[in-house]
């Protein structure tokens, strides 16, 4: 395959991936994750309890250096992101065989809901980070296929210490860069370590993560030991949380694609389709990471997306045993399978949009009913129905202030920090209010320190918003609060003319400004 007409349909290709991306980024509401990130290039700071700062700092770099208030100005740093990835795959494929095997590697990536989705859509630590990451592995990718000694090692050393570092600054799962690497230096290598610009490019590394030191230094590094701390299962191992894991990451890969690796792996020892040391090099990007996930599951929670970068690298060895089936059937047209790929994934994208905006078919068969667990499972409401809930709120509040049963400069309150989120970016923010989020650390997360930003002396009344996706009970609250004279209205919002969820409007009144003042700058509780 020329490399001029492999580039016009790669194009082509990022062209048509942004397009869609950019319908379904702007149709459907953020996520609650996406929507706590908002706090981040809210309040810069050096690090955040959760991440480092680089997802906050993107966010700001993308909306020119503005705190963004509308959904699809949030996601932009996903949608240049996930495009840009495209192209890095094209890039790494081509350096590690050939311009076919490029081309095939974009189809792969396109194809990746992690990729494309998580990545490329989802504002999320990852997105910054998958750009890094990909960048990071080009760069190895130069430095193990050129000459020992050549000079451009030296220069791709130093580059290699400055992406990897900011891809940590991203999120802290790209230490596993270096870790990858060194696992190919000891077995393929070892002369390398005696390359003094191998150890410049750490230094750079260690370099970038000032700013998380510093965050956590000052905060008795509390990122550490949230992150060290997440919850453990009492005893032995739990297999069915690592069939979860290794299942929900096959499923965020795209099931064709996965089921790609595989072959593509299993089929390696009879037909190699690469070079022994570039199939070396992917695979020790790739196994340290998924394998320290999948031993972590079985004894604590852990997510899908976490081993995501690892499948970076995996992904090209299915488009190099592909490209090397097409050269030995002197076939120029593109697989079927990789078609099959991309329809696999845009399929998902198309009934996905279709269910958080419509809710057909219904996830849950709950019968409607204006209850505190109508349609609880249905995650699809995470993304859907906070603009209305801020209209109906502000409607009956403004009946409450007309009547004299709430003040006028009343606030929000909530008692965890993904409906705190969404209540501050969709009901509070559009009404010039803030949110107060209390409870222990583990619930509230960054609110800790929001809370503190903010001056509650003169504010006796609240208004309190939760649903029936996640209802927050009013015993999660201060004594103080509880014992305020308060009152609670129910809300029916609704989707494609049916009940979707309900929504719980409490008010209180009078509610002591000194105890809360008290309850805000207390110590940190875990």
């Not at 700001?60 to 996601?75: C, D, I, K, Q, S």
């Amino acid at each position: 395959m020329e490399r001029k007409a492999a580039l016009n349909k790669v194009l082509l290709l990022m062209f048509c991936s942004l397009l869609l991306r950019l319908v379904v980024a702007s149709s459907i509401e953020l996520g609650n994750d996406e929507v706590y990130y908002w706090l981040y290039p809210r309040y810069l700071s050096w690090s955040y309890f959760d991440h480092p700062a680089m997802i906050a700092w993107v966010i700001r770099l993308f909306n020119l250096g503005h705190v963004p208030t509308v959904t699809w100005a949030m996601r932009i740093p996903a949608l240049v992101c996930g495009t840009l990835n495209i192209y890095l795959a094209f890039l790494l494929g081509s350096r590690l065989r050939d311009t076919r095997t490029g081309y095939y590697t974009t189809l792969l990536y396109t194809s990746s809901i992690y990729v494309s989705v998580i990545c490329g859509i989802f504002i999320l630590p990852d997105t910054a980070q998958s750009f890094f990451w990909l960048l990071s592995l080009l760069i190895a990718a130069h430095i193990f296929t050129a000459s020992p000694g050549a000079p451009s090692r030296k220069t791709n050393w130093v580059l290699f210490g400055i992406t990897a570092g900011l891809s940590i600054l991203s999120k802290y799962h790209g230490v596993f860069l270096w870790g990858g690497v060194g696992l190919y230096l000891i077995i393929k290598e070892r002369k390398e370590f005696a390359n003094p610009f191998l150890y410049v490019g750490g230094l750079l590394t260690l370099a970038c993560l000032y700013p998380i030191i510093h965050w956590n230094i000052q905060h008795e590094w509390i990122s550490f030991t949230y992150h060290g701390g997440r919850t453990l299962h009492n005893e032995g191992i739990h297999w069915d949380n690592v069939l979860q894991e290794i299942l929900g990451e096959f499923f965020y890969n795209t099931l064709p694609v996965v089921a790609l690796i595989f072959i593509a792996l299993f089929t390696y020892r009879k037909n190699p389709y690469l070079k022994s040391g570039n199939f070396l090099f992917l695979l020790c990007m790739s196994i340290p990471l998924i394998a320290f996930v999948w031993a972590m599951s079985g004894t604590r929670e852990t997510l899908p997306h976490w081993t995501g970068p690892s499948y970076l690298s995996l992904m090209v060895l299915p488009a190099a045993w592909l490209s090397r089936r097409q050269e030995q059937r002197q076939k120029s047209n593109t697989p079927i399978i990789l078609w099959i790929c991309l329809s696999f994934t845009a399929l998902i994208l198309v009934l996905g949009l279709i269910e958080i905006k419509t809710g057909w078919p219904d996830l849950t068969g709950d019968k409607p009913a204006l209850t505190k667990d109508f349609h609880k499972d249905d995650f699809s409401l995470d993304m859907y129905g906070w603009n209305k809930t801020m209209k109906a709120t502000d409607s009956l509040c403004n009946t409450l202030i007309a009547a004299g049963a709430l003040k006028p400069n009343y606030q929000f309150l909530q008692v965890n920090w993904f409906n705190g989120a969404h209540v501050d970016f969709y009901i509070a923010r559009p009404l010039q209010k803030n949110t107060l989020v209390l409870g222990p650390l583990k619930d509230i997360h960054q609110f800790y320190w929001v809370n503190q930003y903010q001056d509650w002396t003169s504010i006796s009344d609240y208004c309190m918003v939760t649903n029936s996706r996640e209802y927050q009970s009013l015993d999660r609250l201060p004594l103080f609060f509880q014992q305020a004279v308060h009152r609670t209205d129910t809300l029916p919002i609704y989707r494609n003319h049916q009940l979707a969820e309900v929504v719980f409007v409490t008010t209180f009144r009078d509610v002591p400004a000194d105890s809360v003042h008290a309850y805000v700058y207390q110590s940190i509780q875990p």
